[in-house]
């Protein structure tokens, strides 16, 4: 491609070419799954139009149905299920500071989904303006959303509160050991018909030794940054502050 920089040897721009070739070849794989996705069968409709807490503009909880999820003139809408309370098998430290400190260590949020939300925070905007829809829908109750969303900072994600629906047991987010963090995509057939297009039900699939699962891999910007890097990603696990690197979180 003639691509070179400034006093790199045969040996690096032979090896780098290599590996462009099989980024390429990624690429093409990436294009050709999501291909597949979008070729998918009409999914199952949903079996009931599930009803979800939310604070409305006055900050009062104000019920809202799945359906009303879907702005005028759009039919996808993407659903994040946080696992709030975390796993029941989940060893990590509670938060350290804010209101979400106040809550017993199994009654917080999971670190690793809080850590997603912090970057889907930044991307919802950009999500809904494309045309699609985008909530937050997590087990715990509404003030307790209410005050990681201030924890955190997040002023963009939908939050919704199911714990007065069956919505994530009904949708493999929840099994008998504690919560699980599914992503589903659901899609509005143009009679109004809202059905399940797409899960990451890769979460349930077993990895190959030594691998990240990668369910929602693809979505996820400071893993993929790792990717990037020399190391690849570190034996590392998110929490809910830091003590270190100039985080907003640990800067309080």
């Known amino acids: ?15 780098r070419n290599a590996l462009l070739d099989q980024e390429i070849a990624l690429r ?8 597949a996705r979008r070729a998918l069968p009409a999914g199952p409709a ?14 009062q909880p ?10 005028p003139g759009t039919d996808t809408l ?47 905007p950009h999500y809904e303006a494309g045309g699609a829809n985008f909530a937050v ?6 003030d307790r959303l209410a005050a990681v969303a201030r924890d955190r900072e997040w002023t963009h994600l939908h939050l919704l ?19 699980m963090p599914m992503i589903l995509v659901f899609k509005r057939d143009v009679d109004g018909t809202i059905r399940l297009f797409w899960a990451s039900e890769l979460v349930y699939a077993e990895s190959d030794p030594g691998q990240d699962h ?23 696990h998110e929490q809910l502050n830091y003590d270190c690197c100039g985080s907003a979180h640990s800067r309080r």
Request: charge should be negative; hydrophobic fraction near 35%; include cysteine.
């Open 62 to 71: 104000a019920g809202i149905k799945l359906s009303e999820l879907f702005r």
């Open 161 to 179: 509160s199911a714990a007065g629906n069956s919505f994530k047991r009904d949708y493999h987010a929840e099994d008998n050991d504690g919560q």
């Open 28 to 35: 093409r794989q990436m294009e050709s799954v999501a291909e």
């Open 214 to 236: 990668r369910a929602a891999g693809t979505i996820e910007p400071f893993w993929n940054m790792f990717d990037l890097g020399p190391h690849g990603r570190p034996d590392f």
């Open 78 to 124: 993407f659903i994040y299920a946080y696992m709030f309370p975390r796993h029941k098998a989940d060893p990590r430290p509670g938060a350290t500071e804010g209101e979400t400190a106040k809550l017993p260590t199994s009654e917080q949020p999971c670190p690793s989904c809080t850590g997603l939300l912090d970057q889907l925070n930044g991307a919802a």
């Open 46 to 59: 949903i079996a009931k139009d599930y009803v979800f807490e939310r604070s409305d503009t006055n900050g």
């Open 137 to 142: 829908v997590a087990n715990t109750s509404l």
């Open 1 to 15: 491609m003639g691509i070179a920089f400034a006093n790199e040897t045969a040996g690096y721009r032979a090896a």
